[in-house]
T-cell receptor, first 113, second 113 residues
Framework: RKEVEQDPGPFNVPEGATVAFNCTYS??????FFWYRQDCRKEPKLLMS???SGNEDGRFTAQLNRASQYISLLIRDSKLSDSATYLC??????????????FGKGTHLIIQP | SQTIHQWPATLVQPVGSPLSLECTVE??????LYWYRQAAGRGLQLLFY??????ISSEVPQNLSASRPQDRQFILSSKKLLLSDSGFYLC????????????FGPGTRLTVL
């Protein structure tokens, strides 16, 4: 079983600030990486997929460092609605993840007004 | 569009009772399907996955079992529940885009008393 490590937080951040999370993984064969968002008592929802060095979608930027085996998620101009737990996810065995994904325990983010 | 359903949404069961959780997918054919469990304070743990009818791979030895009687139906069962089976059970399918993105159903919250 390959592992994923995240800082559990909580990160308390004022609205409008920029916040970044890091995640380290041990499966060097991983080719796909994902960030999921999970609201309290809800299912995880895919936020971003990362296949090369990084990906950007609006206020969210994910960066991948294969040499150091870590992934980061940057949230700019944070909104109250960004408050959630952010899960770092990598393939369990194969590079793609079709045989299962390994989830980090999540980083809890609280955006304060 | 693809949708995934889980039934029931919540369940309270006594120790030693049987369990049957159902997951159905619409809008896709021959999907890879997954059962995960999220226990309190822990990350998502892959329990089973299936690449087709009658094909089940087990990730964690325990008193749970899974079956896939139809292409779009995935069932999680137990003959006798334990207290440690309490948790949030999530069914997921993988997109056919080749990007291996997994999408989750709304989950079943199980409490074993």
């Amino acid at each position: 079983r390959k592992e994923v490590e995240q800082d559990p937080g909580p990160f308390n951040v004022p609205e409008g600030a920029t916040v970044a999370f890091n995640c380290t993984y041990s499966n060097s064969a991983s080719q796909s990486f994902f960030w999921y968002r999970q609201d309290c008592r809800k299912e995880p929802k895919l936020l971003m997929s990362v296949y090369s060095s990084g990906n950007e979608d609006g206020r969210f930027t994910a960066q991948l460092n294969r040499a150091s085996q870590y992934i980061s998620l940057l949230i700019r101009d944070s909104k109250l609605s960004d408050s959630a737990t952010y899960l770092c996810v990598v393939p369990m065995y194969s590079g793609g993840g079709a045989d299962g994904l390994t989830f980090g325990k999540g980083t809890h983010l609280i955006i304060q007004p | 569009s693809q949708t995934i359903h889980q039934w029931p949404a919540t369940l309270v069961q006594p120790v030693g009772s049987p369990l049957s959780l159902e997951c159905t997918v619409e809008g896709t054919s021959n999907p890879n399907l997954y059962w995960y469990r999220q226990a309190a304070g822990r990350g998502l743990q892959l329990l089973f996955y299936s690449v087709g009818i009658g094909q089940i791979s087990s990730e964690v030895p325990q008193n749970l079992s899974a079956s896939r009687p139809q292409d779009r139906q995935f069932i999680l069962s137990s003959k006798k529940l334990l207290l440690s089976d309490s948790g949030f059970y999530l069914c997921a399918w993988i997109s056919s885009s080749g990007r291996n993105e997994q999408f989750f159903g709304p989950g079943t919250r199980l409490t074993v008393l």
